[in-house]
T-cell receptor, first 116, second 116 residues
Framework: AQTVTQSQPEMSVQEAETVTLSCTYD???????LFWYKQPPSRQMILVIR??????QNATENRFSVNFQKAAKSFSLKISDSQLGDAAMYFC?????????????FGEGTQLTVNP | DTAVSQTPKYLVTQMGNDKSIKCEQN?????MYWYKQDSKKFLKIMFS???????INETVPNRFSPKSPDKAHLNLHINSLELGDSAVYFC???????????????FGPGTRLTVL
């Protein structure tokens, strides 16, 4: 079974600075997808970014980018120019690409605080 | 034009009662999911349906029964509610578009269930 670990329960960053959230995972599969979801206080789960394991190029979405290290099974999220609205719980998630419609396996989450 | 909606958003009830949570998606997706988020914010899959057929059924008490009348709806019925059922329940949907792995999951706003 796959597992996802987020070793940082809490992180803080100053507004306009850069922060990196860590995620590691364990799997025996070669083809899979990785995601970062954001959950603000409204509790809505919002997709931030996704990465296909077969792609070597790191995914980027505006101020959000990932550092995907397949051999190390590491998938960190970098938030540049942090904004107050980035404050939220961030979840890393894994999904197998070998089975359509398969589940998301989530990490424990990292609570990000943005200080003005 | 809400993509994935859930009703109700809040549900407070007494132990032993039976309650239902409804989920609807207007994204044209063919796969729907129920996730449970516990008090520590940990998210875990409960069920998944594809075209009204159950494809994932985690180790969930049989007091929980999902029902999918059509591929746009997935309801969750809970019998004999217990204190430990208190949590936030998320519905999600995705589309299996031929190639395995293209189905990013989109979440509803969540239903906070409190059992007294």
């Amino acid at each position: 079974a796959q597992t996802v670990t987020q070793s940082q329960p809490e992180m803080s960053v100053q507004e306009a600075e850069t922060v990196t959230l860590s995620c590691t995972y364990d799997t025996s599969e070669s083809d899979y997808y990785l995601f970062w979801y954001k959950q603000p206080p409204s509790r809505q789960m919002i997709l931030v970014i996704r990465q296909e394991a077969y792609k070597q190029q790191n995914a980027t979405e505006n101020r959000f980018s990932v550092n995907f290290q397949k051999a190390a099974k590491s998938f960190s999220l970098k938030i540049s120019d942090s904004q107050l609205g980035d404050a939220a719980m961030y979840f890393c998630a894994y999904r197998s690409a070998e089975t359509s419609g398969s589940r998301l396996t989530f990490g424990e989450g990292t609570q990000l605080t943005v200080n003005p | 034009d809400t993509a994935v909606s859930q009703t109700p958003k809040y549900l407070v009830t007494q132990m032993g009662n039976d309650k239902s949570i409804k989920c609807e998606q207007n994204l044209g997706h063919d796969t729907m999911y129920w996730y449970k988020q516990d008090s520590k914010k940990f998210l875990k899959i409960m069920f998944s349906y594809n075209n009204k057929e159950l494809i994932i059924n985690e180790t969930v008490p049989n007091r929980f029964s999902p029902k999918s009348p059509d591929k746009a709806h997935l309801n969750l019925h809970i019998n004999s509610l217990e204190l430990g059922d208190s949590a936030v329940y998320f519905c999600a949907s995705s589309s299996i578009l031929g190639l395995a792995g293209t189905d990013t999951q989109y979440f509803g706003p969540g239903t906070r269930l409190t059992v007294l």
